[in-house]
């Protein structure tokens, strides 16, 4: 099988199936790769004969990405708003876990508390089961709160931050020109792409 840079990527805007490729030799001995869909649905009789130039659907995504992506400006000053941010949450949050942690500490004061009075038999062993359970119990909920709540604050700013790279990352790729790296950018974002009448969607 020939290797073809967006095969695989690109569906039929009319039909939904596949968009394969070919390569064609011209009588000056120039090669050109085009895509085409293969017109396969069983249930639509697909209209679209025409061929796409490989060329065309780069400069076509070329465009598309020089339109969506930030500029360096903006997304290094919005990196750094998220950094702000980060610090100022990181600060609150740091504050929050430092109670829930005092909290816990507290709790292992008191279980050790009830050890010392089981021992020197103020409790018997039922009593002091029982109330160790519940103490277990009450530390075992402010531990998942304080996890879930590190994890929580964690998540967001790295979604804000891969989301500004990506945008930045996607300039880079489409002004060096490297048709394989656009096409594994395509790929990663991984969304519905489409060609019809030679121009495509997404
Ligand atoms: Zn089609």
């Known amino acids: 099988m020939k290797f073809f840079l967006y095969r695989g990527i690109f569906k ?5 199936y596949s968009i394969t490729a070919d390569k064609k030799i011209k009588k000056s001995g120039k090669e ?3 895509y085409y869909c293969t017109r396969k649905n ?3 009789k697909c209209t679209q004969n025409v061929f796409t130039r490989e060329e065309k659907i ?11 992506s930030l500029s360096d400006d ?10 702000k941010e980060r610090k100022v949450k990181a600060q609150s949050s740091n504050f929050f876990a430092q109670k829930i942690k005092q909290e816990i500490a507290k709790i292992d004061e008191k279980l050790k508390k009830l050890m010392n009075a089981y021992l020197e038999s103020v409790l018997n062993i039922k009593e002091y089961q029982k109330a160790k359970n519940k103490l277990i119990n009450q530390k075992q909920v402010l531990k998942d709160k ?3 709540f590190e994890q929580k604050s964690d998540n967001r700013f790295e979604l804000a931050e891969k989301f500004i790279k990506d945008s930045k990352q ?8 490297n048709p394989e790296g656009i096409r594994d950018f395509l ?3 991984g969304s519905n792409f489409q060609i019809q009448n030679q121009n495509i969607s997404f």
């Open 42 to 44: 069983p249930n639509h």
């Open 74 to 83: 903006c997304a290094d000053w919005m990196l750094k708003e998220i950094e």
């Open 170 to 177: 996607a300039k880079i790729i489409a002004s060096k020109e």
């Open 146 to 148: 304080l996890k879930s």
């Open 187 to 189: 790929k990663k974002i």
């Open 12 to 16: 039929c805007g009319e039909c939904g």
């Open 32 to 34: 050109y790769i085009y």
């Open 58 to 68: 780069s400069s076509q995504i070329n465009e598309a990405i020089q339109k969506v």
